[in-house]
């Protein structure tokens, strides 16, 4: 039998098969992909084959091939991955700049993965209804930034209900993967346009201003207007997982964009002569703060250097 997963506990996996169909499945213990380590081996959006044995328990034996997927280093100094999700058309990344504050080095290496996957990204800054004067106008100079390198940026509340009317032509048709920090309203926000999702929401730690970890399984859900929508728990670091130190600089389109004009073609831009990227940044053509994301995913080759939190 083959099917599409749209439930992953960790303990089981729901596997929808075409006629409709929702089958409890579980993973062989042995069950390894190829050349990953991975947290959990099949993942919401996977297409998969099962078989049920004798007893009657399903048992996923096969991924299809997957189309693409998302994938960061699972905690720092591992070797593990962690797949938040397969074969996506879109995803839609929460960020907030309060409650709790998302790092753009987290924003960063979040659109550099899904580049280097060829996978649109929509950036939703929530929460605006909470912010000062002067932090919205960071808010709105924030979304001036990725709407100028090419991403659809919105400004919303999801709680007020504002900001988001182009989400539904945005998400029609199409499985999108909500991606973030915790706490920063993703399950929220599958609630406003799945309302029969009901799925869990809370409160942030006010000890903290971070998020609780409220949801802790990864589920598919389809659109009332059309198309799929995955809630995820939220994530803590970005690590990004067997990028070259070459290639990098390819996944920050302004700055492969610049880099063409370099004098040398293998160019780091880190202090050549020539450097287009640099001059670029003194300009004022390029954000600081993309650079120094740049340089931030550079090193990770020296491990310590990616800490939880980006
Ligand atoms: N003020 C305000 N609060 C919001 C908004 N959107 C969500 N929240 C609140 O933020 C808290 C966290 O929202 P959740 O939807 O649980 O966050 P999440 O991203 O799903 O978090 P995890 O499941 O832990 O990854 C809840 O109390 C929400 O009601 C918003 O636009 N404005
Ligand atoms: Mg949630
Ligand atoms: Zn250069």
Not at 128 to 157: F, N, P
Not at 284 to 303: K, T, V
Request: hydrophobic share 40%; net charge negative.
């Amino acid at each position: 039998m083959t099917g599409l997963v749209i439930k992953n506990t960790g303990s089981w996996v729901d596997v929808r098969t075409e006629q409709g169909e929702v089958v409890q499945c579980k993973v062989k213990g042995n069950f390894r992909l190829k050349g990953i380590r991975s947290t959990s081996p099949v993942v919401v959006g996977d297409y998969v084959t099962f078989e049920r044995n004798r007893e009657g328990t399903a048992f996923i034996d096969n991924i299809l091939p997957r189309r693409n997927y998302i994938i960061r280093k699972a905690i720092n100094l591992s070797k593990q991955s962690h797949i938040l999700a397969a074969n996506i058309d879109l995803c839609l990344l929460v960020v907030t700049l309060r409650e709790p504050v998302t790092s753009v080095v987290f924003i960063d290496r979040f659109l550099a993965t899904a580049e280097a996957y060829s996978i649109p990204v929509s950036i939703i800054i929530n929460k605006v209804d909470i912010l000062s004067d002067e932090e919205l106008a960071e808010a709105e100079r924030l979304a001036d930034l990725y709407k100028a390198i090419g991403y659809d940026t919105l400004l919303a509340s999801v709680t007020e209900r504002r900001g988001l009317e182009a989400l539904p032509d945005m998400l029609k048709d199409k499985t999108a993967l909500l991606a973030g920090n915790s706490g920063v309203g993703k399950s929220e926000l599958l609630n406003m346009l799945v309302p029969t999702a009901r799925a869990k929401t809370a409160p942030i730690s006010e000890a903290h201003l971070s998020g609780m970890h409220t949801t802790t399984f990864s589920e598919m859900y389809d659109l009332p207007f059309g198309g799929r929508l995955i809630d995820i728990p939220g994530v803590k670091g970005f690590g990004t997982f067997n990028f070259e130190r070459e290639e990098v600089s390819h996944f920050f389109r302004e700055i492969f964009q610049v880099g063409r004009n370099c004098r040398f073609g293998n160019c780091m831009h880190l202090n050549e002569p020539g450097c287009a990227v640099l001059q670029a940044v003194e300009r004022g053509e390029i954000a600081r703060s993309r650079y120094n994301s740049y340089l931030n995913m550079l090193d990770d080759e020296d491990e310590s250097k990616y800490r939880e939190g980006y």
